[in-house]
């Protein structure tokens, strides 16, 4: 799914966010709500009360659960003359979070006018700030409405259509507060067009928590971390990259280039992050693709591809290459010289147009020294199949962090979190040579809208140290079908093992080399048809099996202190909680962290894993996160 970093990631609270201008947040976020004030929201909404007081209270209800200073504003439509196509103000500009202020700013609306949502959505879009330094953040439109636009001009849908095409970071969710027919196809088409989800609101209750859903997606964004860089539409104006993490934008049907220059004996990884908005239009097919090609004539020594492989929206998408020496040293990929990264996405029509971020890794790895020998590779699962004791026993909270710059870490235990539909959240857990990752995710039970009878699904990946996709082999399966009901996976990796990269299948080859191994998980967006609360319940029973070795090399010793390392006893129970402050042994370095251009971190990577050997063709495929 996304890609990767040498050595050990700084924790989130030390890397510098990107900001939009005038604001404070992580990422350079910021979120303006956009009211219906119409007449017809004066309507009884079927519990006495009218329509815009209980829209007064689910806007009083999103701005408490959005996190201090967080940039938010509020425009509304309708609420000062009874009629009028150009009827549209911002009642409260967009800036650092006053609850307080927001409240009485929406207490003071009153339904009069008409809907012109098309001319309420272009102004919004100009209220919310620029970021600032070119920074990515998610920036969006959170549009309530009980009905459709009555001016006509200009269209809701053209306008969501040019705003969600104006680069990335830009989203669009629609609320239909008890909206049928013509006026909820409008809504949708908006939210289609302006890369965002439509949430249904039939009541009171389901419209607090469907804009509880959409705020905090919108808070809880991926943080993109890395230099800026701008690919090249052919491989004769690739840019030159040193190993590091980078940035970059792409959109549908575009190839970027990017040049490296490799020795003839040390492994270089690459990996591609596409950071849709969540839950935006794909296909289950639309796809992230990553080749490496050698000298002028494009030679191909791997290729990669990962395709979300559903429909129902996009989550975070990765797809990974490696160049590693092969064992005789003949073939034409082994040679120093100049070679091109080549990243592509994929798109059928009526997916997302909006261009994605995209998040570089390039890192090397030294061969091993003259005469050590490694360890032989490890491609069974052993005891930390899909039978494997787990921890069991009373789980404790933890919150998921939101990409693989501040993902957060786990010791072996078990461990209690939320998720919201369509949203991906990211776990960190070390392990060293010998030494392999093991653990569930469960799924809660959860009430159900009354009378409703769906499914959507639930996923999990786990990805190496280099942000490398294992594959889930014989033993275990990435999605599993959620519809409120208890459902759990099982996922894990081999041990690590140096040799495991002259393996062949996606299960064994990318575990040959230790440090964090990263936990992702997603939740469908259509759990947001399904689930009564706003956030769903999620376990994870989390294990490092194994005692870590000193190093790659074959008869290597155990350590004496497993700092990651984690045993599970007879009865399930955990014995030796990892140390969560260390890098669990793993048996790579990094180069310095360098400044980030503007306010974007950089941490630059150093020595990064190796994968495989020659695969052209090969396939990752994920569903999940």
Known sequence: MVALLAGVLPAAASVPAASGAGTDAPGGGSLVMVLDSSGSMS??????????????????TVVDALPEGHPTGLRVYGADRARGCTDTRLVRPVGLLDRAAVKKAVAGVQPRGDTPIGLSLRKAAEDLPAPSD????????????????????????????????????????????????????????????????????????????????????????????????????????????????????????????????????????????????PGAAVDSLDALSTGLAYGDGGTTCESATARFLQQEGATPLTSAVSRIRSEDGNRSCDE????????????????????????????????????????????????GGKDAALPTGDPRDVRGGTGFNDATELAGGVWRDRILPSQTLWYK???????????????????????????????TQLFTPARCPVGS???????????????????GSVPVA?????????????????????????????????????????????????????????????????????????????????DSGGPGGAGWTGIAAAAGVG???????????????????????????
Not at 245 to 264: C, F, H, M, N, S
Not at 434 to 443: L, M
Not at 477 to 490: N, V
């Open 473 to 491: 082999g014989s033993e275990f399966r990435s999605t599993t079908m959620y519809g409120g009901r208890p459902a759990a996976l099982r996922m």
């Open 43 to 60: 309507d009884d909404d079927g519990t006495g009360r009218t329509r815009m007081e209980t829209a007064r209270t689910a806007v009083g």
């Open 134 to 277: 070119g920074a990515v953040g998610t920036r969006t439109i959170l549009l309530i409405s009980d009905g459709e636009d009555n001016c006509g001009t200009p269209s809701p849908c053209e306008v969501a259509e040019r705003l969600g095409g104006q680069g990335a970071g830009l989203r669009i969710d629609t609320v239909g507060f008890q909206v049928e027919g013509a006026a909820r196809k409008q809504l949708e088409c908006v939210a289609a067009a302006g890369n965002g989800r439509y949430y249904d609101a039939p009541d009171a209750d389901a419209l607090a928590r469907q804009l509880q859903r959409s705020a905090q997606l919108s808070v809880d964004g991926y943080r993109l971390q890395g230099e800026r860089i701008e690919g090249a539409a052919t491989a004769a104006k690739a840019p030159t990259m040193a190993p590091g993490q980078y940035l970059d934008t792409i959109g549908p049907g575009e190839k970027r280039y990017y040049a490296v220059d490799l020795d003839a004996a040390s492994t270089a990884d690459f990996a591609a992050t596409a950071v849709p908005q």
């Open 498 to 578: 140096w040799t495991n990269r002259y393996e062949s299948r996606p299960a064994v080859r990318p575990v040959h080399a230790g440090g964090d191994f990263y936990i992702a998980v997603t939740l469908g967006a259509k759990a947001a048809e399904i689930a009564e609360n706003p956030r769903i319940g999620v376990v994870l029973r989390v294990a490092v099996l194994g005692e870590e070795l000193a190093g790659p090399e074959h008869g290597a010793s155990v350590l004496a202190e497993k700092p990651g390392g984690t045993e599970v006893g007879e009865d399930g129970d955990t014995e030796g909680a990892a």
């Open 336 to 383: 120093a010289g100049r070679y091109r990264l080549v990243v592509e996405r994929q798109s059928k029509a009526g997916s997302d147009s909006a261009r994605w971020p995209l998040e570089l890794l390039y890192g090397v790895e030294t061969p091993l020294s003259d005469g050590v020998t490694p360890a032989q590779s490890r491609p069974e699962y052993g005891k």
């Open 599 to 625: 306010a974007v971190a950089v941490p630059t990577v150093g020595v990064l894993l190796v994968r495989s050997r020659r695969r052209t063709g090969t396939q990752t495929t994920r569903g999940s996160a």
């Open 429 to 459: 857990v070390p392990a060293g040579w010998g030494q392999q990752v093991r653990y569930d995710v469960e799924f809660a039970n959860e009430p159900t809208v009354d009378g409703f009878a769906a499914y959507s699904y639930g996923g």
